[in-house]
């Protein structure tokens, strides 16, 4: 049971234009939501993120999107840059007390590719 | 500077051998897990740990064993029963969860595990 999707395993995008990344979960416990962005052979690295009680978070040239309603939540990056190019992750999180402390759900990824 | 270091970056285990994945971080995070990526999936967990002397079960513990002996330390054990042990392997941490910040977790780069 998948309850974090990302159903688009691929995203290609000119450098320059608007990369949009997308989320979809079914738990409506979760009240927290990451994105991550990790290059082969590395670890993921956090890059920004959103609370259950905020609909936008803005950080830079990225900016996320939650609609609680749709449970679906997305990524923009603005412009999008070579270095860009890498597997973008969402995760969620809720807040169940000690037994779910910390406890990420990760979706499958988006490999995005920015050509010059 | 503070980070994770996971040792080896590669491994190779024979059938029937047990092989222990080594996580060190110096960022005084509490927290500390391990994950596992397989292509084209997302991150599973395996295990996880809040505070020294204390780890529970993830969503994919079986064939895997842990110890948190030391708040810096949290190796992995890949043991014989587990069937289907090729992957990459990602431990990260994470501080005490203290509102919406606490939630992001920090990674290591990885051991990818490979039968021989």
């Known amino acids: 049971d998948q309850q974090v999707k990302q159903n688009s395993p691929s995203l290609s995008v000119q450098e320059g234009r608007i990369s949009i990344l997308n989320c979809d979960y079914t738990n409506s416990m979760f009240d927290y939501f990451l994105w991550y962005k990790k290059y082969p052979a590395e670890g993921p690295t956090f890059l920004i993120s959103?609370?259950?009680?905020?609909d936008k978070n803005e950080d830079g040239r990225f900016t996320v999107f939650l609609n609680k309603s749709a449970k679906h939540l997305s990524l923009h990056i603005v412009p999008s840059q070579p270095g860009d190019s890498a597997v973008y992750f969402c995760?969620?999180?809720?807040?169940?007390?000690?037994?779910?402390?910390?406890?990420?759900?990760f979706g499958q990824g988006t490999i995005l590719t920015v050509h010059p | 500077d503070g980070g994770i270091t996971q040792s080896p970056k590669y491994l190779f285990r024979k059938e029937g051998q047990n092989v222990t994945l080594s996580c060190e971080q110096n960022l005084n995070h509490d927290a500390m897990y391990w994950y596992r990526q397989d292509p084209g999936q997302g991150l599973r967990l395996i295990y996880y740990s809040q505070i020294v002397n204390d780890f529970q079960k993830g969503d994919i513990a079986e064939g895997y064993s842990v110890s948190r002996e030391k708040k810096e330390s949290f190796p992995l054990t890949v043991t014989s029963a587990q069937k289907n042990p090729t992957a990459f392997y990602l431990c990260a941490s994470s501080i005490p969860h203290q509102g919406a910040r606490g939630r992001a977790q920090h990674f290591g780069d990885g051991t990818r595990l490979s039968i021989l």
């Open positions: 959103i609370s259950s009680i905020k």
């Open positions: 995760a969620a999180s809720e807040d169940a007390g000690g037994t779910s402390y910390g406890k990420l759900t």
